[in-house]
């Protein structure tokens, strides 16, 4: 190579170098500080919820946390006080508009201005869509469209007059690949995406910004409150074992410092886990291939049977198997994580 081409290629390489070390310091001197800002969130009292919430604590966030179960909200609530955190907690149905419309009402009133809204509330239905009922998609749907929407809409107006705010809904891989086994869920939160999405453009020009998050498997010890149908033991079992393998899921740690550094830039999107970014590049490229290959995979899936269109909660699940040494992390996860 002569001596010109060589000095091209430094300094192509020097400038790509130089707008990559500007790209990060300009990040981090955009991004948002959680510092005194109140956030909201939905689903906060265990899970995910409380993972994020923890950690937006020690970043000195003023948390309001809001669940349908009073006795997780106050463990969640003690725990946080306990070290240092600013914290209310909200018993409220975001699935209720008229909740959510009072439970906004009263924080603003009684406790600080909402700077930053995290919808994460969530509700699993897992077996096969022939055992599934009208009832388990309506469940989906309302948690995971509709209360997002009750909770933007009622905090909404105060953004728009104090001229910004943060918003994340937490959907998930599910929201962009459909999965066998879980339609309701794949179903209502590819609703969620869509939803996000267009909140996003349009929010823009009154400075709130909307992330949407679509992580993979995560550890949070949560299976436990899924809904489970059919041959319910294997298919417990099955979820619990892939949810645990740090083949395919992340820990909810790891995936709540990924979900809230993407919020603090303002990302449009965030996926997290390998698995989960393949296959929706994958399904990017070829959806008709993507859905063959579930097709394939639905096959070796338990099928219809044991207890059919009645459901039974995951915990009321377990088996020999799902309480094996291959779920030993989403077990640890369900101690940490007021599961």
Partial sequence: MKTEDKKKLWWLAAGAGALLAARSVSRKMTAYDFNNKTVLIAGGSRGLGLVMARQLAAEGARLVLCAR???????????????????????????????VIDMVTNVQNEFYPIDVVINNAGIIHAGPVTEMNIEDFDEAIKTHYWAPIYTTMAVLPAMKARGGGMILNVASIGGKISVPHLVPYSASKFALVG????????????NIKVTTATPGLIQTGSTGHAYVKGQHKKEYALFKIMDSSPLTSMSAEATARQILDALRHGDAQVTTTLPAKFGALLHGLSPELMTDLFGFVNRLLPGEGGIGKNRAKGYESESELSESFLTKRTQQAAQRNNE
């Fill in 69 to 99: 179960d009073a006795s997780e909200l106050e463990n969640a609530r003690m725990e946080l006080a306990g070290n240092g955190a600013e914290v209310l907690v909200q018993k409220c149905d975001v699935t209720v508009q008229q909740e």
């Fill in 195 to 206: 939803l996000s999405e267009g909140l996003r453009a349009e929010l823009k020009k009154y």
